[in-house]
């Protein structure tokens, strides 16, 4: 069945480093892919998104590449903020299962001065 | 403002009681869900609904009840049938169309004393 990988955690780094958080996935056919990002105590709002192979999703900052040859769509950031500091999911939609989203066991970054 | 609204915020329930969580939608979205959320895990589903009058078990439906009589209202009931209900509950929504964003409400983080 549909899944999804998530690189193990948690994360932490300091401020203005590079941030890469690794996501792989299996489905049938080519899905969307979603990073959603989840602060603490409140609910998922979506990082960005990518609809079809080699597609570029971006986002504050935020980039994530759809690539169907490693089945990956790992989440960059050139130099993150403590303000970054959060959980971070990968998810993929069962089109055949009303949309519904598989989640990845989630990523919490924490982000030093 | 357009959006997901869910209340309460917070719910305390004693063992033995039903509750139900409130979900509401003014996106006029077709689709909606119902996830929980464990501490330090990734969301699973436990119910959708892809149009009024309709839904469907997701992998964690025991013990849990949905109504859909509203394309706007997706309350759940978590019943005294439900083991260990404390989490977080998450309803989303999508518009329908293959590929669209699920969009989350703010959530619902229940204990039972």
């Not at chain 2, 869910?6 to 003014?26: A, I």
């Amino acid at each position: 069945g549909d899944s999804v990988t998530q690189m193990e955690g948690p994360v932490t780094l300091s401020e203005e480093a590079f941030l890469t958080i690794n996501c792989t996935y299996t489905a049938t056919g080519y899905p969307s892919l979603f990073w959603y990002v989840q602060y603490p105590g409140e609910g998922l709002q979506l990082l960005l998104k990518a609809t079809k192979a080699d597609d570029k999703g971006s986002n504050k900052g935020f980039e994530a590449t759809y690539r169907k040859e490693t089945t990956s769509f790992h989440l960059e950031k050139g130099s993150v903020q403590v303000s970054d500091s959060a959980v971070y999911f990968c998810a993929l939609p069962k089109e055949t299962s009303g949309s519904r989203l598989t989640f990845g066991e989630g990523t919490q970054l924490t982000v030093n001065p | 403002d357009g959006g997901i609204t869910q209340s309460p915020k917070y719910l305390f329930r004693k063992e033995g009681q039903n509750v139900t969580l409130s979900c509401e939608q003014n996106l006029n979205h077709d689709a909606m869900y119902w996830y929980r959320q464990d501490p330090g895990q990734g969301l699973r589903l436990i119910y959708y609904s892809q149009i009024v009058n309709d839904f469907q078990k997701g992998d964690i439906a025991e013990g849990y009840s949905v109504s859909r009589e509203k394309k706007e209202s997706f309350p759940l009931t978590v019943t005294s049938a439900q083991k260990n209900p404390t989490a977080f509950y998450l309803c989303a929504s999508r518009s329908g169309r293959a590929g669209d964003t699920q969009y989350f409400g703010p959530g619902t983080r229940l204990t039972v004393l």
